[in-house]
């Protein structure tokens, strides 16, 4: 018994604290979850074109709001900075978007400055997929 204990207990130090957990809704919408310490991210991904034209968005919430207005954030070898509105980033930003995803996929140590306060989130993995960003 005491191994096993030993055994879990080295499991949950050996591998990330979190990571993007992933599933599938009815329409194919591919949605990804991480959170952490007061910050929690939610893309939603349309590869499949459930809503036309395709449509795909991050919302971040920090210490339980959404975040609104200008934001850093950086990968150790990527940086954006952008602005959301309630909470959310969209596909249609061009530019925003691209930005936004190519830090997310450079990296799973995540940090975001916003309001004065900074966020870290070790997502245990990059952004698994380009999520429709001109890459």
């Known amino acids: ?31 990804y979850t991480a959170s952490g ?3 929690s991210a939610t893309a939603v991904c349309d590869p499949d074109g459930a809503f036309i034209p395709p449509t795909n968005h991050l ?29 959310s980033a969209v596909s249609r930003d061009g530019q925003d978007w691209t930005g936004l995803i190519s830090v997310l996929r450079s990296g799973s140590q995540i940090e975001l400055t916003a309001n004065g306060k900074t966020f870290r989130l070790d997502t245990g993995s990059p952004f698994p997929v380009d999520c429709d960003a001109d890459a």
């Open 37 to 39: 310490d007061g910050i």
């Open 59 to 87: 919302s971040i919430t920090l210490d339980g709001d959404p975040l609104d207005g200008e934001y850093l954030i950086r990968s150790s070898t990527e940086t954006h900075q952008g602005k959301m509105i309630s909470g």
């Open 1 to 31: 018994m005491k191994r096993f204990a030993l055994v879990a207990i080295l499991g949950l130090l050996a591998s990330p604290a979190l990571a993007w957990d992933e599933e599938t809704d009815f329409r194919g919408l591919h949605i």
